[in-house]
């Protein structure tokens, strides 16, 4: 079913971010300078790296079929989505700053020439999303900002706007308070887990989570090793005799 009311506070949303000017800075983490070299008495030079972390996923493992099915169901509409989740991320703390120096006339001129720029930019591929990519979109909006769409659009806008959008939300079966929480949500984790993939397979440009969460800890209890299920499992039916 295509969205023809509800992404209307997604173009609300990006109208408020997109606008800024977004560059992705390029830094060599290889680059060389006196502090990243050690010098030894016999006049030899090493030069130190401090080389980026390696992130080695484990194998998902399903339950079924089904379970298969719905994965690569959720990942389709991830690939989808995150680029505009990650627009969000980019510029969120750069749209703080820049309001921060404008008056309150400023910030309403300001708006409007975001409005007509989304309008014509992003408009016209917000209103091809599904309900499912919209609930998705708004997950990864509270990954990439560290806030939900309700508390950005409470924050910006005022909260009767916020609320209501929630409620036109509703109908749609979508949940603008909703949050991303892989740490306690099995499918979060699944999100989490795709985007680290694509972020290795260069697929996604990678963008650090809000949230404070890290992937290594995820996998300690989500990721499921067959060998220490299976002694678990015996440990458990000894307890049991």
């Given at each position: 079913?295509?969205?023809?009311?509800?992404?209307?506070?997604?173009?609300?949303?990006?109208?408020?971010?997109?606008?800024?000017?977004?560059?992705?800075?390029?830094?060599?983490?290889?680059?060389?300078?006196?502090?990243?070299?050690?010098?030894y008495p016999a006049s030899d030079s090493i030069p130190v790296f401090n080389l980026d972390?390696?992130?080695?996923?484990?194998?998902?493992?399903?339950?079924?079929?089904?379970?298969?099915?719905?994965?690569?169901?959720?990942?389709?509409?991830?690939?989808?989505?995150?680029?505009?989740?990650?627009?969000?991320?980019?510029?969120?703390?750069?749209?703080?700053?820049?309001?921060?120096?404008?008056?309150?006339?400023?910030?309403?001129?300001y708006m409007r020439i975001v409005k007509r720029w989304i309008q014509k930019e992003f408009?016209?591929?917000?209103?091809?999303?599904?309900?499912?990519?919209?609930?998705?979109?708004?997950?990864?909006?509270?990954?990439?900002?560290?806030?939900?769409?309700?508390?950005?659009?409470?924050?910006?806008?005022?909260?009767?706007?916020?609320?209501?959008?929630?409620?036109?939300?509703?109908?749609?079966?979508?949940?603008?308070?909703?949050k991303f929480d892989p740490v306690h949500n099995k499918e979060d984790y699944w999100i989490?887990?795709?985007?680290?993939?694509?972020?290795?397979?260069?697929?996604?440009?990678?963008?650090?989570?809000?949230?404070?969460?890290?992937?290594?800890?995820?996998?300690?209890?989500?990721?499921?090793?067959?060998?220490?299920?299976?002694?678990?499992?015996?440990?458990?039916?000894?307890?049991?005799?």
């Open positions: 079913m295509k969205l023809s009311m509800t992404n209307r506070y997604y173009v609300f949303i990006l109208l408020m971010i997109a606008f800024v000017h977004y560059a992705y800075p390029q830094s060599d983490s290889l680059k060389l300078n006196r502090e990243n070299i050690i010098l972390s390696i992130v080695i996923l484990p194998k998902m493992h399903f339950n079924n079929y089904r379970e298969l099915k719905h994965y690569w169901w959720i990942r389709r509409r991830v690939y989808k989505v995150y680029p505009f989740a990650k627009l969000s991320g980019d510029n969120v703390q750069k749209l703080d700053e820049r309001l921060a120096k404008m008056t309150r006339r400023q910030r309403k001129r408009e016209p591929k917000l209103k091809n999303l599904t309900q499912s990519e919209g609930r998705i979109l708004s997950k990864l909006f509270h990954r990439q900002t560290g806030q939900t769409v309700y508390d950005f659009l409470k924050k910006y806008k005022s909260g009767w706007t916020a609320f209501w959008y929630q409620n036109m939300a509703k109908l749609y079966h979508i949940d603008l308070k909703v989490e887990y795709m985007l680290q993939k694509a972020f290795l397979n260069e697929i996604l440009e990678p963008q650090p989570n809000k949230l404070g969460y890290k992937f290594i800890d995820l996998q300690n209890k989500w990721a499921k090793n067959p060998l220490s299920e299976f002694l678990k499992n015996k440990l458990q039916k000894i307890k049991t005799k």
